[in-house]
Every structure is written in C-alpha cells, then in structure tokens.
C-alpha cells in the first residue's frame, strides 16, 4: 500500500512564525504536490515537484515556498505565517510517465493565531 | 487554464434515492479523470477513476461514473445511497499526463438524511 505521511495532523502557530509542514512518501514517486483545502473552494495546488530539487508554482504559491532535497521527502514552508493561511494542508504523490493516480496524506490542520 | 466544474455544492437526499452529481472540465485534450471522497473528519479516498477503454467505470461503495467526452463531463452516481454516504465529493481531472497534478473541483457536500 501506498503511504503518504505528513508529519503533523494538527498545528497551532502565530503570526509571522516560520512553519515547516513535512510531507514523506514511501513508493519512489518522482511527483509530489502541495494541496490546501478551504471550504467552498476544494483543494487548490500551491506547489509541486517532479524531481529531487525541482519545483514547480501551482495556481497559488503566494507566501509559500517548497523544498525537495530528496525523493522521498517533500517540504512546505510558509516563511513568516499569516492568518490567511490557516487551513488543511493535503500532501500527495503519483508517478510519473504512466497513469497513476495521485495518493494523499492524512492532512495537517494549521491555525495561525 | 483549465478547470473543473461541479454543478452542486450542497445536496440533500433522503436514504435510497438516487444520486446523480455532476463534474465537467474544460480542456481539449487527453484527460485521466478521478472522484474522490471525503468522509467527516477522514482524508481523501479515491472513489473511481478513468484512464481509458470503457467510459462507465465502477467504483468503490455502489459508485459508478459516465466520462461523456463530447460533453467534458464525468458524473459521478449512485441508485440508492445511504446513510453513510454522507460526505465531501471531489471530481479532480489529471490535465497533459499528470505533469500538473490533479485540478479539483470545489467539491459537493453531501447530507443523507435517515
């Protein structure tokens, strides 16, 4: 079985706090994303990666950034956390270069205070 | 850019009716196309999903899904849903091979009511 783990299922943070959300998949996928999920507007890509320290923006990486330093790990970073930010953040990763679906992890649920 | 639509974002239904929610997206080109669900308080499960070959495709739970390409449409149904049914439904569309990730839908809240 595939397993997308995110490091933290809930976190509380204050307001411009540096926050790392980790994200670890054990299936050697060369893909893997960023989603934040907010009621009413479904999940949206804030960042994805395809490749050991390559990154690519999604459709809203304002006040994000991304770390990939090995396959397997995949790192968000919100550099100085605003409330606008409170959300659940999803992790997820497929395959690349055959149809695959994408697995996700659990979430973490962040506040900023 | 592309993007997906789903028709409802609240539905009701009483135990045993039929279920019909909609999804449509907005790309010429060669899509893979998902319905994912989320029960309260859990994460995102894959429901279904198409690649290719037979445009109804069956899923998990009594689900099944139509791709109707001359529509850009992926309905997801059901004949007679249940209370535990009760849920977040997400259509999702894998745009150019998945090089993208998947583009979500805003989703469909679902309340089964007993």
């Known amino acids: 079985d595939v397993k997308v783990t995110q490091s933290s299922r809930y976190l509380v943070k204050r307001t411009g706090e540096k926050v790392f959300l980790e994200c670890v998949q054990d299936?050697?996928?060369?893909?893997m994303f960023w989603y934040r999920q907010d009621p009413g507007l479904g999940l949206r890509l804030i960042y994805f990666s395809y490749d050991v320290k390559m990154k690519e923006k999604g459709d809203i990486p304002e006040g994000y950034s991304v770390s990939r330093e090995k396959k397997e790990r995949f790192s968000l970073i919100l550099e100085s956390a605003s409330t606008n930010q409170t959300s659940m953040y999803l992790c997820?990763?497929?395959?690349?270069?055959?149809?695959?679906?994408?697995?996700f992890g659990q979430g973490t649920r962040l506040t900023v205070v | 850019a592309q993007s997906v639509s789903q028709h409802n974002h609240h539905v009701i239904l009483s135990e045993a009716a039929s279920l019909e929610l909609g999804c449509n997206y907005s790309?010429?080109?060669?899509?893979?196309l998902f319905w994912y669900v989320q029960y309260p308080g859990q994460h995102l499960q894959l429901l279904l999903k198409y690649f290719s070959g037979d445009p109804l495709v069956k899923g998990i739970k009594g689900f099944e899904a139509e791709f109707i390409k001359s529509k850009f449409s992926f309905n997801l149904r059901k004949p007679s849903v249940q209370w535990s049914d009760t849920a977040e439904y997400f259509c999702a569309v894998m745009f150019r091979g998945g090089a993208d990730g998947l583009t979500f839908g805003k989703g469909t809240h679902l309340i089964i009511q007993p």
């Open positions: 997820a990763s497929n395959q690349q270069g055959r149809v695959s679906e994408a697995f």
């Open positions: 299936m050697d996928h060369e893909n």
């Open positions: 790309y010429g080109g060669t899509v893979n």
